[in-house]
């Protein structure tokens, strides 16, 4: 697939078949997390990988975002003590940077023929305990995986002549 056809293709997905993800897909699209731009190099993320049906349904619990029988779920998290490197920054560089490395995961997924969904709407405290996540790891989202029922079809987007501005804020993109 083409890079722009795997940007634009890439859905949330809910609805999931009960199909397990090879083992070599799920290190696939780990790896194209670790692989997103982060600020001085830090990398300050941390994957947690679930497949195991007997903790996602427990995390099920926990996280109203959370819909579908995905066949697995990466909780993304921020490692607090590499972010504090950044300095002042820290704090929302790694923020970016975790969201790029989802958002790279979730592109590889889609050119596999699996479906996500990122989800932030869970409770930290409750994933960290049943997750057994230490103290300077903040989970931050979850990307749910599996094998969708069906790929929507995409939402309208805002044409670049209203969100570009050209050299000054108000010159729109023509």
């Known amino acids: 697939m083409e890079l722009m056809e795997i940007i634009k293709g890439r859905r949330s997905i809910r609805g999931f078949r009960e199909e397990n993800i090879p083992k070599e897909n799920l290190l696939k699209i780990l790896e194209a997390g670790i692989w997103a731009p982060s600020g001085s190099n830090i990398q300050p ?92 790891v903040e989970p931050v989202l979850i990307v749910s995986l599996g094998y969708p029922e069906f790929w929507p079809k995409p939402p309208k987007r805002r044409p670049l002549k209203e969100v570009v501005h050209v050299e000054e804020y108000g010159r729109h993109f023509e």
């Open 45 to 136: 993320w941390e994957f947690v990988l679930i497949t195991d049906k007997k903790t996602i349904e427990k995390i099920k619990l926990i996280s109203p975002g959370l819909f579908g029988n995905p066949a697995a779920l990466i909780v993304v998290c921020i490692n607090k003590e590499r972010s504090k490197k950044a300095g002042k920054l820290g704090e929302t560089m790694a923020l970016m940077d975790v969201s790029m490395a989802a958002q790279n995961m979730m592109l590889m997924a889609y050119s596999l023929g699996i479906g996500s969904c990122p989800i932030a709407s869970f409770n930290k405290t409750g994933i960290r305990e049943l997750l057994d996540i230490p103290e300077y």
